[in-house]
């Protein structure tokens, strides 16, 4: 019995040092903008977290480090923001840290267009709603709307938006929506988490 406790305690530190170990990994490095799609001159934040501002950090894309998205002021969530951004800013953008340190990418859209679709910039966690809008340019007010996923239509909307109740890893893909007169927007794509907030600390095995 004494032999069965030690395994059992010595198997829950191992979990307990493996969930921590993954989590941190995950958690460390990550680049969050505050919108996917954008109009032309209008301003897009990023914020780089993780990374530590005495050592250096940068966000880039691939043109090169953003020079005024450089250092910061805070310890460990740093961020910046384009105040005018132009559809030749479109594309993927990171942060590095002088260490070598680098987080995911994410895939900015500027579109000099009418239309533009908002989406979640992080995942959407399964079982979870989530609410996509299409945003025209000239007006906020009768927007009817076409949504699509992968470039099949699902939805028409006489409100410019639509809501995935009990979202699940199905609803993972890439979403536009169109407005009649107006045009289209680009697509973005839309992350399912699987991860249970209810399964404690082996969540983390439970995440894709």
Same mark, same amino acid.
């Given at each position: 019995m004494?032999?069965?406790?030690?395994?059992?305690?010595?198997?829950?530190?191992?979990l307990v040092l493996l969930v921590a170990q993954v989590q941190t990994s995950e958690a460390a490095f990550r680049i969050v903008p505050n919108r996917l799609q954008l109009f032309e001159y209008e301003s897009v934040q990023f914020t780089c977290e993780g990374?530590?501002?005495?050592?250096g950090w940068k966000v880039w894309n691939i043109k090169g480090f953003i020079k005024k998205c450089s250092n910061g002021?805070?310890?460990?969530?740093? #961020?910046?923001? =384009?105040?005018?951004? !132009?559809?030749? %800013?479109?594309?993927?953008?990171?942060?590095?840290?002088?260490?070598?340190e680098r987080s995911n990418t994410v895939n900015i859209t500027v579109t000099a267009g009418s239309v533009i679709l908002e989406s979640p910039v992080l995942p959407v966690m399964e079982r979870e709603a989530v609410t996509?809008?299409?945003?025209?340019?000239k007006t #906020?007010?009768? =927007?009817?709307?076409? !949504?699509?996923? %992968?470039?099949?239509?699902?939805?028409t909307s006489s409100t410019g938006e639509m809501t995935i109740h009990n979202v699940s890893k199905s609803d993972e893909g890439l979403y536009k929506c169109s407005i009649s007169g107006a045009?289209?927007?680009?697509?973005?794509?839309?992350?399912?988490?699987?991860?249970?907030?209810?399964e404690g600390m082996l969540i983390i095995f439970y995440c894709f």
């Open positions: 004494e032999v069965t406790a030690l395994c059992i305690r010595l198997l829950m530190t191992v990374f530590n501002v005495s050592s002021t805070v310890t460990t969530t740093v #961020s910046c923001t =384009i105040d005018y951004a !132009f559809v030749s %800013d479109s594309g993927e953008y990171w942060c590095e840290g002088e260490g070598g996509l809008s299409c945003r025209n340019k #906020s007010t009768n =927007i009817t709307a076409d !949504f699509y996923k %992968d470039g099949l239509h699902i939805r045009g289209e927007s680009a697509e973005s794509w839309l992350t399912v988490s699987t991860c249970n907030k209810g």
